[in-house]
């Protein structure tokens, strides 16, 4: 039987796993659930759900992959032939959420190059610039495929040599260009606003719909339900304390959409805009405030689409290794082998 890969350091592990919870969820989907939510009420439900329940699911997950040393399918699989659905539903939802990550992650790659090329020129026609890219038959999918191709080089590489090694470099990086734009966001006039809007709840907001958006949020941004961190805990070292793990894991996941939010809401209440955008929140409303900044702006604003790409590439990244890690484990596939199927 080949010898399972397994992470080269517990920091890596670290990294690899908050680099899958932290994503798109955290720094796109977030700031938006939250300005739909009340701010500062659905946060605090939000947190509430990720200690009490995401915790204890990640800390089961990791439990499951380090037991039996198997990805989703064959993890479930070794307990009872019954379950092996369970391991199924796990990579089918990995799947098709990779669907989604490449095409918003190409959409941040390509606004990357936009936001360094003019975008920023003109503030009132991002949002028809915006729906003309996403409306065009070619455009995004060429930023899709581009961005896809990060994503089979890393996973190619394996679990040291691959996903833990750009682990350690695209999160440390993620949390620095983070860190850059809150302290500028903090420093507007006016940005008061926008802290009291996430960090002073108001329950009156508070309704049955912004409970389960709450909980669906939280289980989304640690990657929870969808073979992700069973895959990776399959990867752990016997010797690691789970708990701990997960604990650090957790915290990093919080403390970026934290950041995340506190980057976004006073830069918005600064230039009088509304928090309710949806989802065109970090593609029209957050380019017009790097907009309204003047030249400076056009640096801002690349630096905050860096940031997403990254935060989209390490949770692809993970995505695909659950699909390539069943056809590992349960097909005898090749690594390499099926990086040159997905690249044909």
Same mark, same amino acid.
Request: charged share 10%; glycine share 14%.
């Given at each position: 039987? =080949? ?6 350091? /517990? %920091?890596?592990?670290?990294? !690899? ?41 990640? %800390? ?28 199924? %539903? ?16 190409? +959409? ?5 190059? =936009? ?27 060429? +930023? ?20 833990? =090694? ?17 302290? /500028? ?12 809007? %996430? ?13 389960? #958006? #709450? ?23 016997? =010797? ?66 860096? !940031?997403?790409?990254?935060? !989209? ?11 390539? #890690? ?19």
């Amino acid at each position: 039987m =080949k010898q399972r890969e397994n992470w080269g350091s /517990r %920091i890596g592990f670290i990294m !690899a796993a908050a680099g899958s919870a932290v994503g798109l969820g955290n720094i796109w989907r977030f700031p938006y659930m939250a300005g739909d939510n009340g701010g500062g009420a659905f946060i605090l439900i939000y947190l509430g759900f990720v200690f009490v329940i995401g915790l204890s699911v990640m %800390i089961a997950e990791f439990a499951v992959g380090r037991r039996t040393g198997l990805a989703a399918v064959g993890a479930y699989k070794s307990y009872s032939d019954r379950w092996t659905f369970a391991g199924v %539903i796990g990579v089918i939802s990995a799947f098709f959420i990779m669907g989604f990550y490449p095409v918003v992650g190409g +959409w941040s790659l390509a606004y990357v190059f =936009k936001s360094l090329t003019g975008l920023m020129s003109d503030s009132g026609a991002i949002g028809d610039a915006f729906g003309g890219f996403i409306g065009s038959p070619v455009e995004p999918l060429g +930023w899709m495929l581009v961005f896809l191709v990060f994503n089979i080089l890393i996973v190619a590489k394996g679990i040291a040599g691959g996903i833990e =090694k750009a682990a350690r470099v695209l999160m440390p990086t993620l949390l620095v260009l983070l860190a850059f734009l809150t302290v /500028r966001s903090v420093t507007l006039p006016g940005a008061s606003a926008g802290l009291e809007f %996430i960090f002073k709840p108001d329950f009156s907001e508070v309704s049955g719909q912004t409970l389960l #958006a #709450a909980l669906g949020q939280a289980f989304f941004s640690l990657s929870l339900g969808m073979g992700c961190m069973i895959t990776y805990g399959s990867y752990l070292s016997k =010797k690691e304390t789970l708990p701990n793990n997960a604990l650090i894991v957790t915290a990093l996941d919080v403390g970026v959409a934290i950041l995340a939010g506190i980057a976004i809401f006073p830069a918005l209440f600064s230039f009088g805009m509304e928090p309710t955008a949806g989802p065109g929140l970090v593609f029209v409303v957050v380019p017009i405030i790097f907009a309204e900044m003047g030249a400076i702006g056009t640096l801002f604003g690349a630096v905050f689409f860096i !940031a997403l790409t990254v935060a !989209a590439l390490t949770s692809s990244v993970s995505l695909l290794e659950v699909v390539v #890690a069943y056809l590992i484990d349960q097909r005898g596939m090749e690594r390499n082998l099926f990086i040159l199927l997905a690249e044909l």
